[in-house]
């Protein structure tokens, strides 16, 4: 499977941005989802992870309750909505799949990748 992230930007503090990740192929909803990001100088992170039925989802306590993920299995995409965003939110986000209904918080479990998008938060 291929993905594209897309959504990035420069957003103020407080404000939101929408990320979208799309993906090729005709099983998406057997895909477990992720979304991580890496800030400059520093280890990728995990930020969101969602089921391929979109039921089960899983957050970094940094972002629990400020970002949303989503899916649109018709559209083969999975989405991150990001509110009240904060300068500490500035990263290379990347979206990530793996073919298993389970899902999980480690980049390592995760066998493809998109390209990131950046997001820069100013103060």
């Known amino acids: 499977v291929q993905l594209q992230a897309s959504g990035g930007g420069l957003v103020q503090a407080g404000g939101s941005l929408r990320l979208s990740c799309a993906a090729s192929?005709?099983?998406?909803?057997?895909?477990?989802m992720g979304w991580f990001r890496q800030a400059p100088g520093k280890e990728r992170d995990f930020v969101a992870a969602i089921s391929g039925n979109g039921y089960n989802t899983h957050y970094a306590d940094s972002v629990k309750g400020r970002f949303t993920i989503s899916r649109d299995n018709a559209k083969n995409t999975v989405y991150l909505q990001m509110n009240s965003l904060k300068p500490e939110d500035t990263a290379v986000y990347y979206c990530?799949?793996?073919?298993?209904?389970?899902?999980?918080?480690?980049?390592?479990?995760?066998?493809?990748w998109g390209q990131g998008t950046q997001v820069t938060v100013s103060s």
């Open positions: 990530a799949a793996r073919n298993s209904i389970v899902v999980r918080t480690t980049q390592n479990y995760y066998d493809y």
């Open positions: 192929g005709r099983t998406f909803s057997k895909y477990s």
